[in-house]
């Protein structure tokens, strides 16, 4: 293999917006110049560009977050409700 190329992986600074595309035939282009073949270079490309669809991002999180919150608060309203009107009718029925 000609030239020299290194990989590394890094977490995306805090608050950095992670890319939702990348260039797929300027790495391509670019993993050829430094001595891969046109196969490798395609099979890399091709598995960086789907394993990027596969983070979630902090908004994600926080997204999610929200609606369990939601959800819970629901839960947790209903369920005292319940235990009220159940409480009532006990009273009311004896």
């Known amino acids: 293999m000609r030239g020299s190329w290194s990989f590394s992986v890094r977490a995306p600074p805090t608050g950095a917006k992670p890319n939702k595309m990348i260039d797929t035939l300027k790495l391509s282009k670019g993993l050829q110049r430094a001595g891969m073949t046109e196969a490798q270079a ?6 960086l560009a789907d394993a990027q669809t ?7 999180l ?3 977050l929200e609606k369990l919150k939601s959800e819970l608060q629901r839960f947790i309203l209903v369920t005292i409700v319940l235990a009220t009107v159940a409480q009532i009718g ?4 004896h």
């Open 42 to 47: 395609e099979g890399i490309t091709e598995a």
């Open 54 to 60: 596969d983070y979630i991002t902090r908004k994600d």
């Open 62 to 64: 926080d997204l999610a």
């Open 90 to 93: 006990l009273h009311f029925w």
